[in-house]
């Protein structure tokens, strides 16, 4: 059974850095991608960023391109999302996806077959 846990999350002012990370165990298989969607009260679920199995393709929303870094962590079978110049408006709930059998990153939510719980970002003015 897969199992997918982000964590990082929390309180910063605008300006500000915070570096989320996502674990994923579980995994019958070798070729995945995963993505960092993001859901603000009120409104819908939205794509921030994704990555390949091997972290040779990423793929960025334009509102964080520039600012927002994800990279892969092999060995934990996961990835991280360094966020810099935090803005009052990335505030959100924050889940990590995972995409068996996806050989691109993609923003399709769809895509995704493994969802975690979420972490919650708050970005203050």
């Known amino acids: 059974q897969v199992h997918v846990v982000e964590s990082g999350g929390g309180l910063v002012q605008a300006g500000a850095s915070l570096r989320l990370s996502c674990a994923a165990s579980?995994?019958?298989?070798?070729?995945?991608?995963m993505g960092w969607f993001r859901q603000a009260p009120e409104k819908e679920r939205e794509f921030v960023a994704a990555?390949?199995?091997?972290?040779?393709?990423?793929y960025y929303a334009d509102s964080v391109k520039g600012r927002f870094t994800i990279s892969r962590d092999a060995a934990k079978n996961g990835m991280s999302l360094q966020m810099n110049s935090l803005k009052p408006e990335d505030t959100a709930v924050y889940y990590c996806?995972?995409?068996?059998?996806?050989?691109?990153?993609?923003?399709?939510?769809?895509?995704?077959?493994?969802w975690g719980q979420g972490t919650q970002v708050t970005v203050s003015s």
């Open positions: 996806a995972v995409g068996r059998a996806l050989l691109r990153p993609t923003m399709t939510e769809g895509a995704y077959d493994y």
């Open positions: 990555i390949n199995f091997n972290g040779g393709r990423t």
């Open positions: 579980g995994l019958a298989f070798s070729v995945y991608a």
